[in-house]
């Protein structure tokens, strides 16, 4: 590539996705709340996330835009951080559709962010993109509605794909380094009734998903997940192998409601069974590099 345009590239995904572009792309452009500069071929430009300032200019003959902008979902739902989360999310999408509208040469490609959180919550099968089933509680009409925004706006040249990603795994950011001090205190073991579901991917395949889809032009949306699901029990026996810790509590649900309340989160994080397959990928041709839990927390934890 020549140019890629990241929105909101300065967190553990979009430094993930720098990492791994970097040394192929002659330019990459980092739209965020920070301040210009600019380092090698990397420039960081200053937008927030609502407005036309002058970043727009820098969508022009872009071959890829990937925006990943959004409040994260880590806190309290509550009614605040409740509206930031839609309105992050929805806000972004469209306005990056109004600079989009207003480029002579538009970005080739638009990979926007949304979830595998779209799903329902699913012991009992798995969710494809085909046959995945939605519902409306308070995530799953985020997401829906964070898809809706982004499909919805006009831009007939551009391919428009949503990535619906699961819990990326990875040394720098993200929930591993939440689970490792979890499981180090001794409070690895099953969480609620241990039956739900934890869906993942590894960062790394995570950044070769991303460009797979690029090369292959897929559009629409896009399960971005490793291929094998695996009940929460069982991840974090896992976990506690690869780490050496012998013995891991379990925490009933009781006991996680009073601590999602201490610490500022919420226990649907935790709870819910995201029972999701890339399909879409794998029909494709995409194979994952670490397409178990035990090759990926075997790779990060060594």
């Not at 969508?59 to 990943?68: K, M, Q, R, S």
């Not at 509208?101 to 799903?119: D, E, G, L, R, V």
């Not at 950044?207 to 090369?215: L, P, S």
Request: contains cysteine; proline residues 3%.
């Amino acid at each position: 590539m020549k140019k890629l345009i990241i929105a909101a590239g300065t967190g553990f995904l979009g430094n993930t996705l720098i990492k791994h572009f970097k040394n192929e792309t002659k330019q990459i452009i980092v739209l965020t709340r920070g301040k210009n500069q600019a380092k090698d071929n990397i420039r960081y430009v200053h937008w927030d996330a609502k407005s036309i300032t002058g970043w727009e200019h820098y969508l022009e003959g872009a071959d890829v835009l990937i925006n990943l902008t959004g409040k994260s979902v880590n806190c309290r739902y509550n009614d605040k951080n409740k509206a930031e989360i839609l309105y992050s999310r929805i806000d972004s999408t469209k306005i990056l559709a109004k600079a989009i509208q207003q480029c002579k040469h538009p970005p080739k490609h638009w990979i926007n962010a949304s979830t595998a959180t779209i799903y329902r919550h699913s012991e009992d099968r798995q969710m494809d993109e085909a046959t995945g089933e939605t519902g409306n509680d308070f995530s799953m009409t985020v997401a829906n509605k964070w898809e809706s925004a982004f499909f919805g706006t006009p831009a007939p040249s551009v391919i428009k794909t949503a990535i619906r990603t699961s819990i990326v795994l990875g040394k720098d950011g993200g929930a591993l380094p939440i689970m490792l001090k979890i499981a180090k205190c001794g409070l690895g073991g099953r969480q609620g009734n241990g039956q739900q579901f934890v869906s993942w991917v590894h960062q790394e395949d995570f950044a070769r998903a991303v460009e797979f889809i690029i090369n292959n032009k897929i559009a629409n949306a896009v399960n971005v997940t490793a291929p094998n699901p695996v009940h929460n029990y069982k991840f974090m026996k896992i976990l506690r192998k690869k780490l050496g810790v012998p013995f891991g509590l379990s925490q009933p649900k009781w006991m996680l409601k009073i601590g999602a309340k201490i610490i500022g989160t919420e226990t649907e994080l935790i709870l819910k069974s995201r029972n999701v397959v890339p399909a879409r990928l794998s029909g494709q041709g995409f194979r994952f590099k670490f397409d178990t839990a035990e090759k990926a927390l075997g790779n990060l934890l060594q």
